[in-house]
């Protein structure tokens, strides 16, 4: 299988609630070594752009709000199959679906305060790494 990158976000309710080595830890048994790292607070227009697929939806002002209301870790991981590897471990995007032992069952408190984000491609990994992160950031760990 090929190694591969994908972006991760630690969301604030996990960054408050102190489970960011938690998180991380999963990620590494996993078989993901974290390929660059950013412990920032997202904008207002910051999280707005990341977002903007899902500018139409009702959920979108209070996504903003959440993601804004405390710091964030961004993460480039990477590790065979990344993408998938890293959509199984954090579970389903609503906490109540997701099955034992992922990162939402664990952690997440809502489908909106739900811990993580995980790209949904490779071709969305490289888009949305390239929003955060300078191509000199994005080291190779493999
Ligand atoms: P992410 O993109 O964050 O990894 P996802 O791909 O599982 O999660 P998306 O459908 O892309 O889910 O939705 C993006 C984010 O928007 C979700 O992670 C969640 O925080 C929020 N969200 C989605 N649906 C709802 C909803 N019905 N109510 C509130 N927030 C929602
Ligand atoms: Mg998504």
Redesign the pocket.
């Known amino acids: 299988m090929a190694i591969e990158k994908t972006f991760s976000i630690i969301k604030p309710n996990s960054t408050l609630d102190n489970n960011i080595g938690n998180v991380i830890a999963m990620f590494e048994k996993n078989g993901l070594r974290i390929a660059a790292a950013k412990f920032t607070h997202l904008s207002k227009e910051k999280a707005e752009g990341f ?1 903007i697929e ?1 500018k139409e939806r009702p ?1 979108f002002g ?2 903003v709000d959440f993601m804004t209301s405390g710091p964030v870790m961004l993460m480039s991981l990477e590790g065979e199959n990344a993408v998938m590897k890293n959509r199984e471990i ?1 579970g389903a ?1 609503n906490p109540a679906e997701a099955a034992d032992g992922t990162v939402r069952k664990l952690y997440a408190k809502s ?2 305060e ?1 811990s ?3 790209s ?1 491609s490779a071709a969305s990994a490289e888009r949305e790494l390239a929003y955060f992160f300078e191509k000199s950031d994005l080291v190779d760990r493999f």
Do not use: A, K, P, S
């Open positions: 977002y899902h959920f209070e996504l954090m995007t489908i909106g739900n993580v984000h995980g949904d």
